[in-house]
């Protein structure tokens, strides 16, 4: 059925994917929201984003593999894959990796 993504402390900030289709960032110390923003569809973030270059990068479960600049809070990259992701992603230098229900593992170039 998928993955359940889990919280991390980044830059003391505590993000948190949902299963509505957001990543929410919140203060680690007092629980105070800071903001959120929406993947842009009603499709849950079923694993825990990778983290590099003040990016989050992580798949929706309807294909999308998005990154998110944490200080603008602007999705910066979106590549589409044609199967329903779950796997949380890991990074080397400009690669991502994910593996989809098509049990196909994928590399994907982080650079422009």
């Known amino acids: 059925m998928g993955g359940t993504p889990s919280p991390q402390i980044i830059n003391d ?3 948190v994917p949902t299963g509505l289709g ?3 960032a919140f203060d680690p110390e007092t629980g ?3 903001w959120k923003r929406w993947a842009g569809i009603n499709t849950a973030i079923r694993s825990t984003p990778a983290y590099t270059g003040g990016k989050l990068y992580f798949g929706r479960w309807d294909g999308m593999v998005m990154g998110l600049d944490i200080t603008t809070h602007q999705f910066t990259y979106m590549v ?3 199967t329903e992701l779950s796997a949380s992603p890991s990074v080397d230098g400009d690669q991502l990796f994910i593996g ?3 049990s196909i593992f994928r590399s994907l170039s982080l650079s422009s």
Request: hydrophobic share 60%; aromatic share 20%; charged share 20%.
């Open 100 to 102: 989809g229900h098509d």
């Open 80 to 82: 589409y894959l044609d």
């Open 22 to 24: 957001d990543i929410a």
């Open 13 to 15: 900030i505590l993000f």
């Open 32 to 34: 105070a929201f800071l």
